[in-house]
């Protein structure tokens, strides 16, 4: 059981761990060792999300989240697989508890008085410049 808020708990069962090797640089371990791991959670099948909680994840998941909406976290930072583990582990809790803070709600502001004149103030000089650009007329009487 790994607790995530006081109110949110995921079940070990519930999370999917496969070990695969790592890619890039590492020389014989990574080419011998499958210390990599990829975590999947369905997000669907947990029973402890609301649903405005589980449409937050999935949205912060963004591209990690199969059509299925199955998280896949992989985590290859670590040469051990235990670290990678708890890597994967504490990346999606961190996630989750993301998720599951409410956004406040944003308020519409009208723009003061102060900040309109300020803006019309600019666009006046702006125009004056412009004009003083205007070339000349010529007086050929």
Do not use: C, W, Y
């Not at 890039?24 to 099948?45: E, H, M, R, W, Y």
């Not at 999300?49 to 591209?63: H, W």
């Amino acid at each position: 059981m790994i607790q995530v808020t006081p109110e949110i708990f995921i079940h070990e069962d519930e999370i999917e761990l496969e070990f695969i090797r790592a890619s890039g640089p590492g020389g014989q371990n990574v080419n011998k060792v499958s210390t990599a791991v990829q975590l999947k959670f369905n997000i669907d099948a947990s029973p402890n999300f609301s649903p405005k909680v589980r449409e937050r994840l999935i949205k912060l998941a963004g591209s990690r989240v199969t059509k299925e909406n199955i998280l896949v976290l992989e985590a290859s930072a670590f040469r051990s697989q235990e670290k990678n583990r708890a890597d994967a582990i504490s990346r999606l809790t961190e996630l989750i508890r993301k998720a599951a803070i409410e956004p406040k709600p944003r308020r519409k502001t009208k723009p003061t008085f102060a900040s309109k004149r300020k803006r019309i103030e600019s666009k006046k000089r702006k125009g004056e410049i412009k004009k003083m650009r205007r070339s000349v007329p010529s007086s050929d009487d």
